[in-house]
C-alpha cells in the first residue's frame, strides 16, 4: 500500500520531527527558565517573539526565510562565508526554519511549569546549599516534567503537520525536502486521490493517538502546582 | 416606498446589464489576465473576478463545486477532461495561447542565449515546476530529456509546486537558474531582468493552453462575453506580447 517514496517521506519526516524537538528542548528550557524566573521589561518583547509562529501564516515564516537565507540575505551571507553554504533546498535548512515555526510549542508548557513551581522549592533548595544549577536539575526540573512531556509531544507533532514552510524553502526533494504533508499535497494535486487517503488517513490517525497520550499521560494538567 | 422600488429597479438592471464572470486562471498567465480583464471591463461593462492558481487544484475544486465559471488552464488535457466529465459546456473549449519555456536566471549574464550553461554545469539548484503537476514542468524535463542531459541535471532540481513558487526560487536566488515562462520573465516585448535562453519549441511538445466554460458558467452573458473577448484580436496581441503564441 505504501510505496518506496511515501516510506521514504514518512522516515523523512520522523526524522526532522525528531532531531527539531531534541534541538528545541535544548534551546527552548534556558529560554522558557528565563521567561519564568525574570522580572526584566525584555520578557514581554522575547515572550511575544516566541509566540509570532501561532500567529503568523506559514507563508509569511517561509518567505522571510526564504529570502534571509537566500544569497542576498543575512542569514545566507553567514552560511556562505561559514562554508556551509545555503540552507534553502536542504535538511538543516527545514530543521532551522522548524526549530523557530514549533518554539512556542515547546518554550510555552515549559514555561509554565517552571511557573507553577514558584520560589518555595528553590528557596528551599537554596537554604540547604544546592547550587543555582544543582537546584535547576535536582527540584525544577523533575517538578516540570508534566511540562516537559506536553512541550515533547506538541513539539514533535506539530512539526510533523508542517506544511506551508517547508513547502516554501524546501524544494520537493525526495529524501531530503519532501516531508509527508508535501507529498500528499503533491499526491491531491496530480489527481492521485487513492494514495493522498492513505497518507492523509494516516496523518489524522496519528494526530488523534498523539494528542490522546497527551491527555492520558497528563490527566492532572490542570491541577498541576 | 416608490425611492425603494426606484433604488432595487437600478440595482437590477445593473445587476443584469454588468455582470461578474469568475475566471480561475493559470499561474502562468497571471500578468496577462490582468491586463485582458481591464480590456474586458472597459469594453463590456461586465466584470472579471480572477483566481490564480495551479490547474491541478482548480480541476479538483470545480469537481467539488467552487464557483468558477470559466476555466484557463495551464494545458489542454484538463478542460478536454473536465468536459469528458460533464463538469464544462461542450463546443466552448479553445486554445488561446500556446506558452513558451524559457531557461532564465535573476543574475545578468549566467544564462548564454544557447543553453550552453546546462552542459558547463557549475550550478547547485536548478528548479523546475513539478513535472507531475505543471505543464510547464512536463516540458522542461522533455527539453532536457531531448538535449540528453536529464540524467545528469536531475539530481539538482528543486521542484516548485507550480510555475509562480519556481520563480520565486530563482528571483530570489536561491536557485541559480531554472525553467519557467516566457510570461513571468517577458516585459514589453523582451526579457526584463537577469539572463535567460528562450526554449526552441522543437525540443519539447506544444504547451498549449485552453479555455473552456465550466458547468456554472452556462447562461451567462458575462462569461460568453469574457469568451469573445479573449479569442478578439486586442486580447491576442497582449497575449503575445507576454511571449506566448497564438
Known amino acids: 500500500m505504501l510505496t518506496p517514496a511515501d516510506l521514504?517521506?514518512?522516515?523523512?519526516?520522523?526524522?526532522?520531527?525528531?532531531?527539531t524537538t531534541l534541538l528545541l528542548l535544548l534551546i527552548g528550557t534556558p529560554i522558557a527558565w528565563w521567561l519564568a524566573r525574570t522580572r526584566s521589561w525584555w520578557k514581554g518583547p522575547v515572550g511575544a517573539v516566541v509566540a509570532l509562529p501561532i500567529v503568523l501564516p506559514p507563508t509569511v515564516l517561509g518567505f522571510y526565510l526564504l529570502l534571509l537565507m537566500g544569497p542576498n540575505g543575512p542569514?545566507?551571507?553567514?552560511?556562505?562565508?561559514?562554508?556551509?553554504?545555503?540552507?534553502?533546498?536542504?535538511?538543516g535548512g527545514l530543521v532551522v526554519a522548524s526549530v523557530f515555526y514549533s518554539m512556542p510549542f515547546v518554550v510555552q508548557p515549559i514555561q509554565n511549569a517552571f511557573e507553577a513551581i514558584g520560589d518555595g522549592p528553590l528557596e528551599a533548595a537554596a537554604t540547604l546549599r544546592a547550587s543555582p544549577l544543582d537546584a535547576f536539575f535536582s527540584v525544577a526540573v523533575p517538578l516540570a516534567r508534566p511540562g516537559f512531556l506536553t512541550a515533547t509531544i506538541l513539539g514533535f507533532a506539530h512539526t510533523v503537520g508542517e506544511f506551508g514552510v517547508v513547502l516554501m524553502i524546501g524544494g520537493n526533494i525526495p529524501d531530503k525536502t519532501r516531508v509527508v504533508s508535501v507529498l500528499i499535497y503533491d499526491h491531491v494535486e496530480a489527481l492521485e486521490y487513492a494514495q493522498a487517503h492513505v497518507l492523509a488517513g494516516g496523518m489524522v490517525v496519528f494526530a488523534f493517538l498523539v494528542l490522546l497520550a497527551l491527555y492520558l499521560l497528563n490527566p492532572t494538567g490542570r491541577k498541576r502546582r | 416606498m416608490k425611492r425603494i422600488?426606484?433604488?432595487?429597479?437600478?440595482?437590477?438592471?445593473?445587476?443584469?446589464?454588468?455582470?461578474?464572470?469568475?475566471?480561475?486562471?493559470?499561474?502562468?498567465f497571471t500578468a496577462p489576465a490582468k491586463q485582458i480583464a481591464e480590456g474586458f471591463e472597459k469594453e463590456t461593462g461586465h466584470k472579471a473576478r480572477l483566481s490564480f492558481g495551479a490547474t491541478?487544484?482548480?480541476?479538483?475544486?470545480?469537481?467539488?463545486?467552487?464557483?468558477?465559471?470559466?476555466?484557463?488552464?495551464?494545458?489542454?488535457?484538463?478542460?478536454?477532461?473536465?468536459e469528458a466529465e460533464g463538469a464544462a459546456l461542450a463546443g466552448t473549449r479553445f486554445t488561446y495561447a500556446t506558452g513558451r519555456l524559457v531557461l532564465w536566471s535573476s543574475k545578468p549574464g549566467?544564462?548564454?542565449?544557447?543553453?550552453?550553461?546546462?552542459?558547463?554545469?557549475?550550478?547547485?539548484?536548478?528548479?523546475?515546476?513539478?513535472?507531475?503537476l505543471a505543464p510547464y514542468g512536463a516540458a522542461a524535463v522533455e527539453a532536457l530529456t531531448s538535449l540528453k542531459l536529464l540524467d545528469v541535471i536531475q539530481p539538482r532540481f528543486v521542484q516548485g509546486?507550480?510555475?509562480?513558487?519556481?520563480?520565486?526560487?530563482?528571483?530570489?536566488?536561491?536557485?541559480?537558474?531554472?525553467?519557467?515562462?516566457?510570461?513571468?520573465?517577458?516585459?514589453?516585448?523582451?526579457?526584463?531582468?537577469?539572463?535567460?535562453?528562450?526554449?526552441?519549441?522543437?525540443?519539447?511538445?506544444?504547451?498549449?493552453?485552453?479555455?473552456?466554460?465550466?458547468d456554472k458558467g452556462k447562461g451567462?452573458?458575462?462569461?460568453?462575453?469574457?469568451?469573445?473577448?479573449?479569442?478578439?484580436?486586442?486580447a491576442k496581441a497582449m497575449i503575445r506580447s507576454f511571449g506566448y503564441e497564438i
Not at chain 2, 452573458?221 to 486586442?234: F, I, V
Open chain 1, 8 to 19: 521514504g517521506a514518512i522516515w523523512l519526516t520522523l526524522k526532522l520531527a525528531g532531531v
Open chain 1, 75 to 91: 542569514v545566507g551571507r553567514f552560511t556562505e562565508w561559514a562554508g556551509i553554504g545555503l540552507l534553502p533546498f536542504s535538511f
Open chain 2, 5 to 28: 422600488a426606484f433604488v432595487l429597479g437600478l440595482l437590477w438592471s445593473a445587476a443584469t446589464l454588468a455582470d461578474d464572470v469568475q475566471v480561475a486562471v493559470a499561474a502562468n
Open chain 2, 56 to 82: 491541478g487544484k482548480f480541476y479538483a475544486q470545480v469537481k467539488n463545486g467552487a464557483p468558477f465559471e470559466v476555466l484557463l488552464s495551464a494545458d489542454d488535457s484538463t478542460p478536454a477532461r473536465l
Open chain 2, 110 to 132: 549566467y544564462v548564454d542565449d544557447k543553453g550552453g550553461v546546462l552542459k558547463m554545469g557549475g550550478f547547485k539548484h536548478i528548479a523546475i515546476a513539478n513535472p507531475k
Open chain 2, 161 to 214: 509546486e507550480n510555475i509562480a513558487q519556481t520563480h520565486q526560487f530563482i528571483a530570489t536566488g536561491n536557485a541559480e537558474l531554472g525553467f519557467v515562462a516566457l510570461s513571468q520573465v517577458m516585459k514589453d516585448g523582451k526579457v526584463g531582468a537577469g539572463s535567460a535562453w528562450v526554449v526552441p519549441a522543437t525540443l519539447h511538445q506544444p504547451i498549449k493552453q485552453d479555455a473552456v466554460i465550466l
Open chain 2, 220 to 234: 451567462k452573458p458575462a462569461a460568453q462575453a469574457w469568451m469573445e473577448y479573449l479569442k478578439g484580436d486586442k
